[in-house]
């Protein structure tokens, strides 16, 4: 495997930045699907950091504006969208 190959594998894992689209399939039905993924500046969210624990929470945002948000969610309740990639 050569390092472009490389790359493009390691561009294809589930990694989310802040600003990029994913999909919520989470607990909270009324909220499936795309939003824009946002660090969560809350006070758990800071908590968790300051203890160097590994667990990373996002705020959604709506990609167009038209709902309330952010929303406090768990790494695992999205993935990133593949067409943000
Ligand atoms: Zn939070």
New binding site residues.
């Given amino acids: 495997m050569g390092m472009l190959a490389m790359d493009t594998l390691l561009r294809s894992l589930d990694l989310i930045e802040p600003g990029d689209l994913v999909v919520y399939h989470g607990s909270i039905t009324a909220l499936h699907g795309l939003w824009l993924a946002l660090p969560?500046?809350?006070d758990?969210?800071r908590a968790i950091d300051a203890l160097g624990l590994p667990e990373v929470?996002f705020?959604l945002a709506d990609p167009w504006g038209e709902l309330p948000g952010p929303f406090?969610v768990r790494r695992q309740s999205v993935t990133r969208s593949v067409a943000s990639g």
Avoid: L
Wanted: net charge positive; hydrophobic share 25%; with cysteine.
């Fill in positions: 969560c500046p809350c758990i969210c929470r705020a406090h």
